[in-house]
Each structure stands twice: as structure tokens, then as C-alpha cells.
């Protein structure tokens, strides 16, 4: 089974704090991805990394960054974390796949991150 | 970039009817359509894909038809039940690695 787990549940920060948010897969995946999901709004993705060292922004990087030094971690950072930022984050990884094939992403559990 | 719209937000269903969730896509290259279902305090899993060359695909209970033309494509969820009851999104894909998510439904299946 595909495992992929986050670092905290829940987490509570204050307003200009900087915050790492961190992601582990056991699966060997090449592709990893942070999301955020607000009320109807869906899942909209932050990054997505497909390689260690390799990153991609996504539809809604600004106020974010991230780290993957390893294949199986992928950490996003919020440099100063402001109450707009207060959301579930959710990580998620994947096989690389070419275009004639598709990859399933597996979910971490989420982070309900609040910032008061 | 793509940009998946998805309908409706709520959706009511007494037990054992039906429910039909419908998505449009803007990137005429999207070649890969999947449906993610959350349930309460979970976390998304995917049920069921399509890709662009195939026109429906079945599942036991759960369907995806594919317009290319149109582009739109639904969930059909037949003799639903309780555990039915979820959030559902759709996902648009050119590549099959990166997804485009829509906003969800929120499937309440009455008992």
C-alpha cells in the first residue's frame, strides 16, 4: 500500500511566522504535489515536483516555496505566514507517467493549517 | 492553462436513484479525465478515470462518459447509497501527471 504521510494534523501559527509543512512517500514515486483545499474551491494545486531538486509552480505559488532534497520528502514553506494562508494542505504523490499513460496520485492525510 | 468547471456544487439523493455530476474542460489537449471521491475527515481517492480515447467506461455502480466534442464529461452513480455520500471532484490532465481539479459536489445520499 501507498503511504503517504504529513507532519502534522493540525497546526496552529502566528501571522509573520515562517512555516514548514513537510511530506513523506514510501513508494518511490517520482512526482509529488502540494495542494490547498478551501471550501468551493476544490483541490488548487501550489507546486508539483517531479524530481528531486525539480520544482514546478503551480496555479497559486505566491506566499509559498518548496524543498525536495530527497525523492520521498517534499516540504512547503511559507516564508511569512499570513491569516489568508489559514487552510487544509494536502500533499500527494505519484508515478511519473508519459502521455499514453496516467498516474493515480495518492493523498497524505492533510494539514488543517490555521494562522491567527 | 486549463480550467475545469464542475456542477453542480450540492446534490440531494433519496437512496437508490441515481446521480449524475457533470464537468466542462477549456484545453482541447486534455487527454485524461479522473474522479477523486473524499468522504468526511478523509482523504481523496481516486474511483474511477477515462482517457480521451475511450468513450464511457463502467465500474459496478459508477460510470464516466466522455463529449471530446463538447468537452464535458460526468460521473453517473447508480442505486446510490448511504455510503455514497461524499465529496466528489472531477480532474482534467494533458500529460496524466499533473491535474486540474474542479471545485467538488457535495453528494448527500438520503436514507
Known amino acids: 500500500d501507498v503511504k503517504v504521510t504529513q507532519s502534522s494534523r493540525y497546526l496552529v501559527k502566528r501571522t509573520g511566522e515562517k512555516v514548514f509543512l513537510e511530506c513523506v512517500q514510501d513508494?518511490?514515486?517520482?512526482?509529488m504535489f502540494w495542494y490547498r483545499q478551501d471550501p468551493g474551491l476544490g483541490l488548487r494545486l501550489i507546486y508539483f515536483?517531479?524530481?528531486?531538486?525539480?520544482?514546478e509552480k503551480g496555479d497559486i505559488p505566491e506566499g509559498y516555496s518548496v524543498s525536495r532534497e530527497k525523492k520521498e520528502r517534499f516540504s512547503l514553506i511559507l516564508e511569512s505566514a499570513s491569516t489568508n494562508q489559514t487552510s487544509m494542505y494536502l500533499c500527494?504523490?505519484?508515478?511519473?507517467?508519459?502521455?499514453?499513460?496516467?498516474?493515480?496520485?495518492?493523498f497524505g492525510p492533510g494539514t488543517r493549517l490555521t494562522v491567527t | 492553462g486549463e480550467n475545469v468547471e464542475q456542477h453542480p456544487s450540492t446534490l440531494s439523493v433519496q437512496e437508490g436513484d441515481s446521480a449524475v455530476i457533470k464537468c466542462t474542460y477549456s484545453?482541447?489537449?486534455?487527454?485524461?479525465f479522473p474522479w477523486y471521491k473524499q468522504e468526511l475527515g478523509k482523504r481523496p481517492q481516486l474511483i474511477i478515470d477515462?482517457?480521451?480515447?475511450?468513450g464511457e467506461k463502467k465500474d459496478q455502480r459508477i460510470a464516466v462518459t466522455l463529449n471530446k466534442t463538447a468537452k464535458h464529461f460526468s460521473l453517473h452513480i447508480t442505486e446510490t447509497q448511504p455510503e455514497d455520500s461524499a465529496v466528489y471532484f472531477c480532474?482534467?490532465?494533458?500529460?496524466?501527471?499533473?491535474?486540474?481539479f474542479g471545485a467538488g459536489t457535495i453528494l448527500r445520499v438520503k436514507s
Open positions: 484545453d482541447s489537449a486534455s487527454n485524461y
Open positions: 515536483s517531479y524530481d528531486v531538486k525539480m520544482k
Open positions: 500527494a504523490s505519484s508515478l511519473w507517467v508519459d502521455r499514453d499513460r496516467s498516474g493515480e496520485q495518492y
Open positions: 513508494m518511490d514515486h517520482e512526482n
Open positions: 480532474a482534467a490532465s494533458t500529460d496524466g501527471n499533473k491535474l486540474v
Open positions: 477515462i482517457r480521451s480515447n475511450v
